[in-house]
C-alpha cells in the first residue's frame, strides 16, 4: 500500500491536498479523548504554510540542490517535527522513550520516504504486540505524512545542476617579477632591521609559550576524552615542543608536568620562531621593495637608512628611508604584527606601508600604494 501510493504521487506529481491530514490536524487542537495535548494554532499554521510551500516547490520545473536540501530539512522537518512535539502529551512521549527508543520521533526525518516507510513497518509489527499509546498516535500519523515524504523524494528528481561560474579576477596588486639584483642594498638593510628586533621578538614568544604551559599545568584534570581531546586542541602550541614535558606525564589521566629544564627549552623555542619570523619577513618585504627598485632603473643616493626600530605590544616595527639619484624618495614602513588563533597558536602578519613619497620634481604622491608606487612612482621617474 504505501509503495503503491509513493509511486502514484511520484508518477502524477500531483498537489498535496491540505485537509488530507485529519489525525495531524486532530492532534494540534486541544483535548483528545479527556488528555491534554499540547497543541497550537501556530503550529497548525506552520504546517499549512509547509504545504503551501511544498505545493509551490512540486511546480517549479527546476530546482537548485540547496533548495531541495532546505525544503526538506528545515521546511518539511522543523515543521513535523514541531507536530510532534506539540501533538503527543508529555507523559506518552516520556513512556515511549523508556519502552520503545528505536520510534522516538528523534530518529527519524520525515523528509525521507525511505526512514518515513520502515517505521511505519516496524511500528505495524510492534503494534501486534503491545497496543501502547504511542504507536496508536504514530502509525496513522505516519500514514498521513506518506505522501509528504514522496513530495520531497519528487523535488530530489528535478534538481538542476548549477552552472559554475568563471572565476573573477583577483584586484589584489601583484608586484611585477624582479629580473635582476638591483635590490641587493634592500635585502640587506631588512636583515639588519629585523636583526635588530628578533630578540624582542623571540622573549615575546618565549613569554607567551611560558605563560600558556603554566595554565596547562594549572587546570584541572579533566572528566573524560572529549575534554582532555578539546584541551589539546587549545594547547597545541605548547604540547608539541620536544623536551617540554615529562615523559609520560600528558597521557591519559596523569598530570602535566614541566621537565627541570623547560625555561631553557622555551627560549629555544622563542628563538626558533624569531629566525621563521625573520625568513618570512625577508621574503615578503623584500620582494615588495625590491620591484620599486627595479622599476626605477637607476641607483641609490646611499645606503637605505633605518629611522627608527621599536618593539611593542605584539607589534615590531622599523621605518627605513630610501633615496635615489633622481631626488625621489620615499619612507617605508615594515611591521611583523604577532597574533594568535582561537586554538592559542602563535602567527605573523607583515604588513608594509609607504609615506612621504616625492617625486623627482619634488612633488608629493597621493595614496602611496604597493600598486601606485610600481605604476606611478617608479615610472614617473623616467620621464624627461
Known sequence: ??????????????????????????SLRGDHTGQHWFGGDKVLQNFDKMISSLNAALQEPGLSATRVTDIRSYTVGRTLDDVVRNGVPTPVMDWCRANYREFDYT???????????????????????????????????????????????????????????????????????????????????????????KDAYAAAVTKYLEEMAHRYVALPPAKNFSERSNRSQSYQQVL???????????????????TDNFREVLVKAGHDAAKDMQERFLYKNSRKLKAIVDAKGMGLVDD????????????FEGDILIRFTDQSEFRVTNKVVLKINHFGTVFNQYPTTFHDVRMPDGSKMGQPSEERMNEVFAKASRTP
Open 304 to 315: 637605505p637608512k633605518i629611522l627608527r626600530a621599536t618593539a611593542g605590544q605584539g607589534v
Open 1 to 26: 500500500m504505501i509503495m503503491t501510493t509513493f509511486r502514484a504521487f511520484l508518477t502524477e506529481q500531483q498537489a498535496i491536498n491540505p485537509e488530507a491530514f485529519p489525525f495531524t490536524r486532530h
Open 107 to 197: 530518529s527519524f526525518i520525515p523528509g525521507h520516504i525511505g526512514l518515513i516507510k520502515s517505521k511505519l513497518a516496524a511500528a505495524d509489527k510492534a503494534f501486534t504486540k503491545s497496543s501502547n499509546p504511542y504507536l496508536q498516535w504514530l502509525i496513522p500519523i505516519l500514514r498521513e505524512w506518506v505522501p509528504i515524504s514522496a513530495a520531497c523524494e519528487t523535488l530530489k528528481t528535478r534538481i538542476v545542476a548549477r552552472t559554475p561560474k568563471a572565476p573573477e579576477a583577483r584586484n589584489a596588486y601583484v608586484a611585477p617579477f624582479v629580473k635582476s639584483d638591483a635590490g641587493a642594498q634592500i635585502y640587506k638593510v631588512l636583515q639588519t632591521l629585523t636583526d635588530d628586533l
Open 240 to 258: 608539541m615542543i620536544r623536551g617540554l614535558w615529562k615523559p609520560d606525564s600528558l597521557s591519559g589521566t596523569s598530570q602535566p608536568t614541566l
